[in-house]
C-alpha cells in the first residue's frame, strides 16, 4: 500500500505534462521514502529474530532448571531412604532420629555463642586481664580480685571499672542469662563492715553486677552470688592458692530444654 501510495503523485504529474525536473525530483523522493521504508522493514525483521532467539534462550534455561529440580528431588528421595534403612538397621526411630537432629542444632547453636564469646574477649585474655573456660560443664569468665578490689574492700578500684566495663558488650552479645559470683580464700575476715566472707562475697559480686547494669547491662539477664571460701579452685594451703581463690566469675548459665521443663513441671 506505501509503495502504491508513492507511485500515485507520479501518475498526477504524468497525466498533468509535469516538467522532466519535477519528474525528476518526485522520483528521487519516492526512491528515498523507498529505501527508508526497506530500512525499517530490515530493522523489524532483525529485532523479530533477536526477540525469537531470546525467548528459545529463555525456554531452553527453564527447561533445564526443571530437569536440575527434578534431579534434586531424585537425589533428596534417596537419600531419605538411605536414611531411613540405616536407622532401621540400627534401630533407630523417625523420633529418635528427629532428637538427633535437634540435639545438633543446639550443640551447633552453643559453639556459636562460644566462638563469638571467645572472639570479643580474646584481647582482654591475651593481656592477662581475665580467664575464660569451663567449670562443671559452665562457661566461666574468671577475674583475678587484686585488679577488682583493695583487701577487705568491695568497691571497685578503677583498674576493676575499666575491666568490667570491657565485658558489658560482649556479655549483652550472648543472649543468655549470667550469674556474677564472688569468692574468697579461706583466710577469716571479720570487720565492721563484713563479719565474714560470706557477706564480703556476696558484696563484690552485688557491686559488679550494679556496675555491670550501669554500663548498659540487661538488669534481667544478670544476677550476683556470693560463694565465701567454699567453691575454691586451688589449694587454700599456700599464698598463690589463696591468690586464685579469691576471684569474681561471671558464668553463663544453662539453657533448659523446654521439652526438660515440661516434664519437670509435671513431676
Not at 20 to 27: Q, S
Not at 74 to 96: P, V, Y
Not at 118 to 145: C, H, Y
Not at 240 to 248: K, S, W
Request: proline share 3%; with cysteine; aromatic share 4%.
Amino acid at each position: 500500500m506505501r509503495r502504491v501510495a508513492i507511485l500515485l503523485p507520479l501518475v498526477a504529474l504524468l497525466l498533468g505534462g509535469c516538467k522532466k525536473d519535477e519528474l525528476e525530483a518526485a522520483l528521487a523522493k519516492a526512491e528515498a521514502e523507498l529505501a527508508q521504508t526497506r530500512k525499517d522493514l530490515e530493522g523489524q525483521k532483525k529485532a523479530n529474530e533477536t526477540l525469537q532467539a531470546e525467548n528459545q534462550t529463555l525456554q531452553e534455561r527453564i527447561a533445564e532448571l526443571e530437569g536440575e529440580v527434578a534431579d534434586l528431588d531424585s537425589q533428596i528421595t534417596q537419600l531419605e531412604g538411605q536414611i531411613k534403612d540405616l536407622a532401621d538397621k540400627a534401630g533407630i526411630t523417625e523420633r529418635e532420629l528427629a532428637e538427633l537432629r535437634a540435639e545438633k542444632a543446639k550443640r551447633e547453636k552453643e559453639l556459636d555463642v562460644y566462638r563469638s564469646l571467645f572472639a570479643s574477649l580474646k584481647k582482654m585474655v591475651d593481656a592477662g586481664t581475665i580467664k575464660v573456660g569451663f567449670r562443671e560443664g559452665r562457661l566461666v569468665v574468671q577475674l583475678d580480685d587484686a585488679i577488682l578490689f583493695d583487701s577487705g574492700r568491695a568497691k571497685l578500684k578503677k583498674t576493676g571499672q575499666e575491666a568490667i566495663a570491657s565485658l558489658v558488650e560482649p556479655l549483652k552479645n550472648v543472649k543468655r542469662d549470667w550469674i556474677v559470683g564472688g569468692h574468697t580464700d579461706n583466710v577469716p575476715i571479720k570487720t565492721a563492715t563484713f563479719a565474714s566472707n560470706w557477706e564480703l562475697s556476696q558484696a563484690r559480686a552485688l557491686e559488679v553486677v550494679n556496675f555491670l547494669i550501669e554500663q548498659g547491662m540487661p538488669a534481667d539477664r544478670i544476677g550476683a552470688a556470693g560463694y565465701a571460701e567454699f567453691d575454691p579452685v586451688s589449694d587454700n594451703s599456700t599464698p598463690e592458692g589463696r591468690a586464685q581463690n579469691r576471684r569474681i566469675e561471671v558464668v553463663l548459665m544453662p539453657t533448659i530444654p523446654q521439652n526438660l521443663q515440661d516434664m519437670l513441671m509435671t513431676k
